[in-house]
């Protein structure tokens, strides 16, 4: 039995900046990997070639072609009827932690990473897919900006930071949410989504929590705020009661929402690795 770990994701930042002929969104984020959540994929060759199955502990989850794991197989240039897959879940689905992209992503690596030269080509599996490959490679310590679609990486070093991850008990689509983005604001300019993110990162280097509110902008939390008022409710009642070190927001498309907690460093930067969650 082969296994292989795929692991959750949170946008500490996500503008948009303008939409792609083909209607896809051009995007700047800043992305970092959480070591401790994460999806585990079991991967075999079928007893009999061309029975193969997915299985999954998460009765949510499609087990055909709908599943982004056959999508990643097909791209890596294997039938997945000639395999077993198991998913072991524990990132919540439809909750903007790139759930999906983290099972693809395990699949991908099962695979032999056929495209780890070029890993932006795994865009074509699924925007988030070129970093939780990444992010896979690294065993989750990896932490990157993302620009075209959030393909186009670079990492960059955090500094360790606690991030705990609270799951909502409501779903969001992100097509529904890029959606509604298009229907209700405009994108930013790249120069202003770049000096916004410039500053964000100094505020998270200096441990600067004024400048870390200010600067960390989620343009999908705003959408979510139309689709679901209630988790705006929830967001401004956690910082009203937040601590002085404390600061909660959404993580991509949402529902979930991050708590930052904001401690003294033991030492110095961990090349993007989380601590906590």
């Given at each position: 039995m082969s296994t292989a770990r795929g692991f959750a994701k949170v946008n500490l930042g996500l503008w948009i900046t303008g939409v792609q002929d083909d209607g896809k969104h051009q995007l700047l984020t800043l992305f970092t990997a959480l070591s401790d959540l994460y999806d585990e994929v079991d991967l075999n060759l079928a007893r009999v070639p061309g029975e193969g199955r997915i299985t999954c502990t998460d009765a949510k989850i499609p087990l055909d072609s709908k599943n982004i794991i056959h999508t990643a197989m097909t791209f890596c240039g294997v039938d997945p009827a000639d395999y077993d897959v198991s998913i072991t879940k524990r990132i919540p689905i439809a909750a903007g932690l790139a759930g999906g992209s983290a099972d693809a992503a395990a699949v991908i690596l099962l695979l032999g990473n056929p495209h780890k030269s070029d890993i932006q080509q795994y865009a074509q599996i699924g925007a988030d897919v070129?970093?939780?490959?990444?992010?896979?490679?690294?065993?989750?310590?990896?932490?990157?900006?993302?620009?075209?679609?959030?393909?186009?990486?670079?990492?960059?070093?955090?500094?360790?930071?606690?991030?705990?991850?609270?799951?909502?008990?409501?779903?969001?689509?992100?097509?529904?949410?890029?959606?509604?983005?298009?229907?209700?604001?405009?994108?930013?300019?790249?120069?202003?989504?770049?000096?916004?993110?410039?500053?964000?990162?100094?505020?998270?280097?200096?441990?600067?929590?004024?400048?870390?509110?200010?600067?960390?902008?989620?343009?999908?939390?705003?959408?979510?705020?139309?689709?679901?008022?209630?988790?705006?409710?929830?967001?401004?009642?956690?910082?009203?009661?937040?601590?002085?070190?404390?600061?909660?927001?959404?993580?991509?498309?949402?529902?979930?929402?991050?708590?930052?907690?904001?401690?003294?460093?033991?030492?110095?930067?961990?090349?993007?690795?989380?601590?906590?969650?």
């Open positions: 070129p970093f939780a490959v990444r992010a896979a490679m690294e065993k989750g310590n990896f932490a990157a900006v993302g620009r075209g679609v959030g393909d186009a990486l670079s990492s960059v070093d955090l500094p360790t930071l606690d991030l705990q991850i609270l799951p909502q008990d409501c779903e969001i689509s992100t097509a529904v949410s890029y959606k509604t983005f298009d229907d209700h604001f405009s994108a930013h300019s790249e120069p202003h989504a770049e000096l916004e993110l410039s500053e964000l990162l100094s505020g998270l280097h200096s441990l600067d929590l004024a400048k870390i509110k200010k600067c960390l902008n989620n343009d999908l939390q705003k959408t979510a705020y139309i689709i679901n008022p209630e988790l705006e409710v929830r967001i401004n009642g956690l910082n009203m009661a937040a601590g002085a070190k404390e600061f909660y927001f959404m993580t991509g498309s949402g529902p979930t929402i991050v708590k930052l907690t904001l401690r003294q460093p033991k030492s110095g930067p961990t090349d993007g690795k989380m601590g906590g969650r």
